[in-house]
Nanobody, 128 residues
Framework: QVQLVESGGGSVQAGGSLRLSCAAS????????VAWFRQAPGKEREGVAV???????TYADSVKGRFTISQDNAKNTLYLQMNSLKPEDTAMYYCAADEPVLWLSGGYCYLTQSFGYWGQGTQVTVSS
């Protein structure tokens, strides 16, 4: 099992930047897919970005070119660098982890897969 704790949320004006962090209680690199999700009031949870053990990344169309997911393996920490923030990015942001989906060719990570480990969330508010 792994425990996840997010930090770095806050309030920022449109066009600004924030970096979210997600500290894991144990090693995730090479073992888990790790991802960021967000949920705005009244809306469904949305996958934002996922990274696999090889460093391959997938982003939601809504954040491509603005957000960057990365991980520091030595610190067991996941990051989400968010630039050019928009009011529609306002949401509670969660990090999540789980094992990759296994195929004959290997394990792969998807934003649409099931994630069993979740953090408590950190709020991001972007004002216009």
């Amino acid at each position: 099992q792994v425990q996840l704790v997010e930090s770095g949320g806050g309030s920022v004006q449109a066009g600004g930047s924030l970096r979210l962090s997600c500290a894991a209680s144990s090693r995730t690199y090479g073992k888990y897919c790790v991802a960021w999700f967000r949920q705005a009031p009244g809306k469904e949870r949305e996958g934002v970005a996922v990274i696999d053990s090889h460093g391959s990344t997938t982003y939601a169309d809504s954040v491509k070119g603005r957000f960057t997911i990365s991980q520091d393996n030595a610190k067991n920490t996941l990051y989400l660098q968010m630039n050019s923030l928009k009011p529609e990015d306002t949401a509670m942001y969660y990090c999540a982890a789980d094992e990759p989906v296994l195929w004959l060719s290997g394990g792969y990570c998807y934003l649409t897969q099931s994630f069993g480990y979740w953090g408590q969330g950190t709020q991001v508010t972007v004002s216009s």
